[in-house]
């Protein structure tokens, strides 16, 4: 059974069908991905799936349940967290304060804790630092633990939201555009850090235009462009598919 099954979801903004009538299905453990050129809806579908906005039509399934009514914290509870395409960490916490925010998510969701999202109890914020400590060593920010978040450099603060997005323990990653704006080498240590969390089991659904991080890292490709699917398979085969060589691979985007 597959662990995400997105069916035939359909969203219009006024007359744009941003997404239309995309299904597909991501397999528990791998790393799927979505590509397509600027616009193709993209991070609507992840807003749907997420459910930061509700679709015309259509399902969202997670581990065999309907997801798409629930507002986004429930969504967030069953185990499904996200990072976003602009960085949205607290630029003067630092990086262990941070990924403890990640982890408060999953403990207390709710508008009142989010005011002060930190755990309470002694037990629970000795668990919580230890937690965050873990994560953080397990990607390599461990020497910045004390740092604030805007003194880092931007790959190093990519690597932190996903840690913070670890925090929530999801069963399910949604990393939009992760590689956006990192040069070659923090690319790869992105590239590294995605594949150590996938060896934990979680699985990954991967927005990205850098098409040798998409080619190296994932199990399978989605392909959109205007609103619909194009194609779907492997890396090898999205990679010589004369359709989406015309409307991705042979522009700007590649
Ligand atoms: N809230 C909104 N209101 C109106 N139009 C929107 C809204 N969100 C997205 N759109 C439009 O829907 C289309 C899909 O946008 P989306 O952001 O999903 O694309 P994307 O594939 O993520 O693109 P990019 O690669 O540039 O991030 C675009 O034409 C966009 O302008
Ligand atoms: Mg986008």
Do not use: W
């Not at 991501?26 to 749907?48: C, D, R």
């Not at 790959?155 to 070659?184: F, T």
């Not at 190296?216 to 392909?223: A, F, G, K, L, N």
């Amino acid at each position: 059974m597959p662990i995400l099954e997105v069916k035939n979801m359909c969203r219009s903004f006024g007359g744009l069908k941003a997404v239309d009538e995309v299904s597909f299905s991501v397999e528990s453990g791998q790393i799927k991905a979505i590509i397509g050129p600027n616009g193709a809806g993209k991070t609507t579908l992840f807003n749907l799936i997420a459910g930061s906005i509700r679709p015309d039509r259509g399902a969202v399934i997670f581990k065999g349940a309907d997801i798409y009514a629930l507002p986004p914290h429930k969504i967030a509870e069953k185990g499904i967290m996200r990072t976003f395409q602009n960085i949205k960490l607290f630029p003067h916490l630092t990086v262990m304060e941070n990924i403890l925010v990640g982890h408060h998510r999953k403990m207390r969701a709710g508008f009142l804790h989010a005011a002060f999202p930190f755990p309470r109890t002694y037990r629970e914020e000795k668990d919580a630092f230890e937690k965050a400590a873990h994560i953080a060593k397990s990607l390599g920010l461990e020497k910045h633990l004390a740092i604030e978040t805007e003194n880092l450099d931007f790959g190093s603060q990519r690597i932190v939201e996903l840690a913070r997005a670890l925090a929530g323990e999801p069963e399910m990653l949604l990393l939009d555009e992760p590689a956006a704006g990192l040069n070659i080498h923090e690319t790869l240590q992105l590239s590294e850090a995605i594949q150590k969390i996938k060896e934990t089991g979680i699985t990954i659904l991967l927005i990205e235009h850098d098409m040798s991080l998409v080619m190296d890292i994932s199990d399978e490709i989605v392909v959109l462009s205007y609103g619909k699917k194009i194609a779907e398979g492997l890396p090898a085969e999205i990679q010589r598919n004369p359709e989406v060589i015309a409307v991705y691979l042979g522009n700007d985007n590649a």
